[in-house]
Nanobody
Framework: QVLLVDSGGGLVQAGGSLRLSCAAS????????MGWFRQAPGKERDFVAA???????YYAESVKGRFTISRDNAKNTAYLQMNSLKPEDTAVYYC????????????????WGQGTQVTVSS
């Protein structure tokens, strides 16, 4: 059983920063790609960023240049550094472990964290 625990969300003003963490209880963490998705009220869960086991990264166009995904395999933890936050970034953020398939597709991920709320005020 794999457990992912998301943390680091909160309320921040526009232009501010937050760093999300995803702690994994997964012996195979270092060999798995990890991703972050977000879901705003009434909307689908959308791709934000992913990082491969080798450290290659992928981003949604809406967050390129503002968000940075990283990982620390020694700590079994993935991170999402979010800078220059905008009100439209408000959502529940989920980390996921990619099983197979496209990094951008929700269906490619087999385990999810519980989510952490990010609220950006204008």
């Amino acid at each position: 059983q794999v457990l992912l625990v998301d943390s680091g969300g909160g309320l921040v003003q526009a232009g501010g920063s937050l760093r999300l963490s995803c702690a994994a209880s997964d012996r195979s963490f270092s060999s798995k790609a990890m991703g972050w998705f977000r879901q705003a009220p009434g909307k689908e869960r959308d791709f934000v960023a992913a990082i491969t086991s080798g450290g290659s990264t992928y981003y949604a166009e809406s967050v390129k240049g503002r968000f940075t995904i990283s990982r620390d395999n020694a700590k079994n933890t993935a991170y999402l550094q979010m800078n220059s936050l905008k009100p439209e970034d408000t959502a529940v953020y989920y980390c996921g472990r990619r099983a197979t398939g496209s990094y951008y597709a929700r269906g490619s991920y087999d385990y999810w964290g519980q989510g952490t709320q990010v609220t950006v005020s204008s």
